[in-house]
């Protein structure tokens, strides 16, 4: 079946250094590629999407890459903060989603 | 602006009782539905989606049962709760097809 990995379940970076969070995904069919950003006991809230026609896009302090011929797609978080810890899930697919199991991000002093 | 609501926030319930955990969406119309459940240290696991009042289509075989009798509401409900069903379940909308998910707050279900 369709399947959303993320490469590591724990990352530790230095507060204002750059944070890369990597993402797999099965289904070559997926048009539409979600990050989320998930604090201990709250919804996920969305933080950037790109969709299949696009290799990057751009936000505040995060970039998202696509590469769709490994099927992989990152998230970078440019000068990461304290309160950028959490959890971070990416998502994958059309019109439903499938999520990958999360990388906590810790941010250290 | 739409906004998202699930309640209730928490819950502790005994091994065979019932469940009903309630969403419901404002500032939109005919949005998509889903509830998914999160294990504790563990992904998104989807349970059920809804294009519409009365369509519902389950993901993953188990003892739950999602409804939707008004447009936007979307309801998650068990007859008989196992300790299995315990987690952190999660209501969300988005529209159409290839559109960002929104998530609501998210209802802990505690089966003892």
């Known amino acids: 079946g369709e399947s959303v990995g993320l490469h590591l379940p724990t990352l530790s970076v230095q507060e204002g250094d750059n944070s890369i969070i990597n993402c797999a995904y099965s289904n070559s069919a997926s048009d539409y590629f979600i990050w989320y950003k998930q604090e201990s006991g709250k919804g996920p809230q969305f933080i950037i999407d790109i969709r299949s026609n696009m290799d990057k896009r751009q936000g505040q302090r995060v970039t998202v890459l696509l590469n769709k011929t490994v099927k992989h797609l990152s998230l970078q978080i440019a000068a990461t903060q304290p309160g950028d810890s959490a959890v971070y899930f990416c998502a994958a697919g059309t019109y439903k989603y499938i999520f990958g199991t999360g990388t906590r991000l810790k941010v250290l002093a | 602006s739409q906004t998202i609501h699930q309640w209730p926030a928490t819950l502790v319930q005994p091994v065979g009782s019932p469940l009903s955990l309630e969403c419901t969406v404002e500032g939109t119309s005919n949005p998509n539905l889903y509830w998914y459940r999160q294990a504790a240290g563990r992904g998104l696991q989807l349970l059920f989606y809804?294009?519409?009042?009365?369509?519902i289509s389950s993901e993953v075989p188990q003892n739950l049962s999602a409804s939707r009798p008004q447009d936007r509401q979307f309801i998650l409900s068990s007859k008989k709760l196992l300790l299995s069903d315990s987690g952190f379940y999660l209501c969300a909308w988005n529209h159409g097809s290839g559109n960002t998910i929104y998530f609501g707050e998210g209802s802990w279900l505690t089966v003892v």
């Open positions: 809804s294009v519409g009042i009365g369509q």
